[in-house]
């Protein structure tokens, strides 16, 4: 009995990864992606306490609430810099969310800004 069971056990397992790869490649792509897969460490830690809320995991926006930063319109590191520092005249909604950058995360934040943005030129 212990030996059908661990062959039921082994032929699931073996059952869902031949389903998990069966996958179309959209599906695939569709699978939730967060900050610690494409930012560089110091950015992430910037990102996830003070952007991620409403810009996402993976910074490309939540619906009716922040937009996509990689389709953001390209400014230099001191445009990004100055919008960092006092969003309130650009930012959509009546008050901007607050910020929890010192002047160097603030700094390493709008040159990532803008090296993301670059191709939106």
């Not at 790869?21 to 930012?39: H, L, P, T, V």
């Not at 809320?53 to 990004?80: F, M, N, Q, T, V």
Request: hydrophobic share 35%.
């Amino acid at each position: 009995m212990l030996i059908i069971c661990a062959c039921a056990g082994i032929f699931y397992g073996c059952a869902s990864q031949d389903a998990k790869d069966g996958r179309s490649e959209a599906d695939q792509n569709r699978e939730k992606i967060g900050a610690e897969d494409f930012m560089p460490e110091r950015i992430r830690t910037v990102y996830v306490r003070s952007c991620a809320s409403c810009h996402g995991p993976d910074g490309h926006g939540i619906k009716a609430i922040a937009p996509d930063l990689y389709r953001a319109k390209h400014r230099s590191a001191e445009e990004w810099e100055k919008y960092l520092r006092d969003s309130r005249d650009a930012h959509p909604v009546a008050q901007p969310p607050p910020l929890w950058l010192d002047a160097d995360e603030m700094k390493e934040m709008a040159e990532y800004l803008e090296l993301i943005t670059r191709r939106n030129q």
